[in-house]
């Protein structure tokens, strides 16, 4: 047995000789070759039975065609025959001479493997009533285009695919990761946190498919005081098992010591109301599926304060129905009028919303301004003057 490195294909080819694997089975290896019945041009002997299997390197099919064929006819090839096969299944049959205008013979057919491997059968029974030359065939090892075999979603590429002479590799479309298995493609969405009293998060890319094997967690975390509530939207789809709960996709909802989830399917999760300030999302996929995923809108919801009731003159802003922790009101006075809290004038007084549902403060009052003017007499102005 020697090794050669094939300059094209860049792969080791073993190059091995022809070697018994049972009685009348051949085994050819190189990339290319030739086969023939025995005695060749001269008759085959009678009552004979070969085999040759042909094996090329992984990510290369065989082609094989017939420079010559001239076997005994006989209906549905009883007597003798060439049998071409392929994973348990017979690609050809054939017998009888290139001049005549029988079905079986192969003439200018070529036949191509599925795969990396091919076998051809050679038999015949024991007359041979006029002299038949039999057969000579060619092989060779051609490349595979996997990028553009659909019929193995296991060679597939989630993005990209680039085929090259005995194999193809995948690629990704910018800001996705290729996955360890070397066709999908992954995102990297951990580590985000979400500090907005309001917000909107979702799968990536959404709502067109998420990506595959990937373990995506997000933070929403606002002010002590605040309890979070998050909406889903009605359009939720995430991969789902119709007997075991949610073993490939799923969403999963941990707000302090409580857990909700995990959520899969088309059933929106709908209303989620937390009594924690702090909420991680996680969201976990397989590498398999084409689904949508989801998106759900968090608000920031705070103990209620009572709306306060502005006395005589002073002006309030904002002016809200309805008033929550960390929420303000300004009061000033309308003109003419001074605002007075605990003994003290001040040009404005800010309360704010607590924690517990109860004001900083109390509104204050306004006072009405002297707006008399004492004029000063000529004296004091001239005097005045005369110091400047």
Known sequence: MTELM?????????????????????????MFGSLQSPNFPDPYPRETDL??????????????????????????????????????????LFCGREDSDTESVPSQQIITSPRNFLSLQFSSDFSNEERFSGFMAHYSAVDVDECSDQRDEDLLCDHFCHNYIGGYYCSCRYGYLLHSDNRTCRVECSGGVFRERSGVLSSVDFPSPYPKSSECSYRIEVDEGFKLRLQFDSSFDVEDHPDVSCPYDYVKIQAGSSEFGPFCGNRSPGTIETSSNVVNVQFNSD??????????????I????????????????????????????????????????????????????????????????????????????????????SLD
């Open 51 to 92: 085999r040759w299997n042909i094996s090329v390197p992984d990510g290369f099919q065989i082609k094989l065609y017939f420079s010559h064929f001239d076997l005994e006819p006989s209906y549905l090839c009883e007597y003798d025959y060439v049998k071409v096969e392929a994973e348990g299944e017979v690609l050809a």
């Open 287 to 300: 590498n398999s599926g084409e689904n949508t995923g989801w998106r759900l809108t968090y608000t920031a």
């Open 302 to 385: 705070g103990s209620q304060c009572p709306v306060p009731e502005a006395p005589p003159n002073v002006l309030m802003n904002p002016v809200q129905s309805e008033y929550s922790f960390k929420d303000h009101v300004l009061f000033t006075c309308e003109p003419g009028y001074r605002l007075l809290q605990d003994g003290e004038f001040l040009d404005h007084l800010q309360i704010n919303c607590l924690v517990d549902g109860s004001w900083s403060g109390r509104p204050p009052r306004c006072q009405k301004t002297d707006s008399r003017r004492k004029r000063r007499s000529l004296s004091t102005v001239l005097a005045n003057h």
């Open 6 to 30: 094939d300059p094209i294909s860049s792969r080791l080819v073993l190059i091995l000789p022809l070697f018994s694997l049972g009685f009348g089975d051949q085994l050819l290896s190189e």
